[in-house]
């Protein structure tokens, strides 16, 4: 059993200084005193001028000062703290460049934003405590016992983000940002899991009313009841996405599709680049169904974090908020027909054997 992952990527961080010439940066400086002594001030040379403003509630002066008159001041007996003045921005959100390929956006622009419908992630759990998904994780299940469901290793709640993460002024953007996500930990925190554990994962998700199943995770031996546990999920009218799996060539002329992405019931994923170009990792078989976004993949982690990852195991869950979105655009669509229209209304990239129909296309999945 491994993962269909998951190489760390870059999280960025802001660190700017105000810097406002002329030697001289901007401070903020402390008295010990209740109110800010000018003499004090003056005895280092700093004149009126240079004092930007003077606090009322606190006796504190904004100022700029140079590096000679930091430096008296951090030794003065009647200075409590100086400190750079440091740079604030309005917090963003980025929409990272997958969510647009597969025209989540665009759908999202018309309403179509995975509202009501129900998506299970069978991976390591979600941190659900993670500002950019909490809204949207409603409930899970754990194979482990351990409760709730947390995500010790990672690969979920990166998983659960590139499905759903919230709308907001922060972080990324899922491609159905508004659908209900559910944690089905089936991988333990080193990322590993079993089949019996998925098959048990399955049947929560039909006995929980689950509409679609995303696994981004496999193994490379077949399994019998596994097989019957795709079956019977989606002969109960569920959707399964499931990642192709990363043991891809260069050539990709072999035969690697994972389990249980090769099962007849599952829609196999593979995993291209931003420039639609199939990553190397991505494995190559006749039952590649679709490929999606799945190198250089921003999303969520835990502790309100971010990261990239390179992996099949992001791009299935590109074709998970996608059939969320459009079944919410038709919610009387099957789950055969809805397989049919995303493979129909898909983007040819070459080869099916590498890309199987091609990329995955909400708004034209939509339409179709
Ligand atoms: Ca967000």
Not at 238 to 257: E, R
Request: hydrophobic share 35%; glycine share 12%.
């Amino acid at each position: 059993m491994f993962v269909f992952s998951a190489t760390p990527g870059f999280a960025s961080g802001d660190s700017t200084d105000r810097n406002s010439g002329s030697g001289t940066k901007e401070y903020l400086v402390m008295f010990e005193e209740d109110s800010a002594d000018m003499s004090v001030m003056k005895s280092i040379g700093i004149s009126q001028s240079n004092i930007l403003y003077e606090f009322e509630l606190l006796p504190v002066l904004h100022v700029e000062l140079s590096e000679t008159q930091v430096n008296s001041l951090e030794n003065h007996p009647q200075i409590k703290t100086v400190e750079e003045n440091a740079e604030a921005k309005a917090y963003q959100q980025q929409t990272p460049w997958g969510i647009t390929r597969v025209q989540g956006i665009a759908a999202q622009s018309q309403g179509y934003t995975g509202n009501n419908v129900k998506v299970a992630v069978l991976d390591s759990g979600i941190d659900r405590s993670h500002p950019d998904l909490s809204a949207n994780v409603r409930g899970g299940y754990s194979v482990f016992g351990d409760s709730p469901y947390n995500d010790g290793n990672g690969h979920g709640t990166h998983v659960a983000g590139t499905v759903g993460a919230v709308n907001n002024n922060i972080g990324v953007i899922g491609v159905a940002p508004q659908a209900d996500l559910y944690a089905v930990k089936v991988l333990n925190n080193s990322g590993s899991g079993s089949y019996a554990g998925i098959a048990q994962g399955i049947e929560w998700s039909i006995n929980n009313g689950m509409d679609i199943i995303n696994m981004s995770l496999g193994g490379s031996s077949s399994s019998s009841i596994l097989e019957q546990y795709c079956n019977l999920a989606y002969n109960r009218g569920l959707l399964v996405v499931a990642a192709a799996g990363n043991s891809g060539t260069a050539a990709g002329n072999t035969n690697t599709v994972g389990y249980p992405a090769r099962y007849n019931s599952v829609i196999a994923v593979a995993a291209t680049n931003s420039n639609n170009v199939r990553g190397n990792f991505s494995s190559t078989g006749p039952t590649l169904e679709l490929s999606a976004p799945g190198v250089s993949v921003l999303s969520t982690t835990p502790g309100g974090n971010y990261a990239s990852y390179n992996g099949t195991s992001m791009a299935s869950p590109h074709v998970a908020g996608v059939a969320a979105q459009v079944w919410q655009a038709r919610p009387n669509l099957s789950n055969a027909q809805l397989r049919q229209i995303l493979n129909a209304s898909a983007q040819n990239l070459g080869s099916s054997y590498q890309y199987g129909n091609g990329l995955v296309r909400s708004l034209n999945a939509i339409q179709y």
